[in-house]
Nanobody, 114 residues
Framework: QVQLVESGGGLVQAGGSLRLSCAASGSTVRFAVMGWYRQAPGKQRELVARMGSSGTTNYADSVKGRFTISRDNAKNSVELQMNSLKPEDTAVYYC????????WGQGTQVTVSS
């Protein structure tokens, strides 16, 4: 059974940086897509960034130029480097992986103080 385990969330001041990591276990498949979503209180879950197995990336307009996604197919892991963080980036961040089915991590809290 596939499990996604996130790490790296926390509290940071506006303008700071955080790096989120996600490791998949329980499967050796190469996920078609790995990425990150976030959900702020009272809002719907939204895409932050995702990367296909060939390296194609998609970013939310709100994070372009500030966040960078990377993945290691051999390790089945994905990371999100977040720079120039803003209070509106505060949310629970979820790792996501797709291989026929869609898998989610448990979420990690990112809080950006002003």
């Amino acid at each position: 059974q596939v499990q996604l385990v996130e790490s790296g969330g926390g509290l940071v001041q506006a303008g700071g940086s955080l790096r989120l990591s996600c490791a998949a276990s329980g499967s050796t498949v190469r996920f078609a897509v790995m990425g990150w979503y976030r959900q702020a209180p009272g809002k719907q879950r939204e895409l932050v960034a995702r990367m296909g197995s060939s390296g194609t990336t998609n970013y939310a307009d709100s994070v372009k130029g500030r966040f960078t996604i990377s993945r290691d197919n051999a390790k089945n892991s994905v990371e999100l480097q977040m720079n120039s963080l803003k209070p509106e980036d505060t949310a629970v961040y979820y790792c996501n992986a797709v291989y026929f089915a869609t898998y989610w991590g448990q979420g990690t809290q990112v809080t950006v103080s002003s």
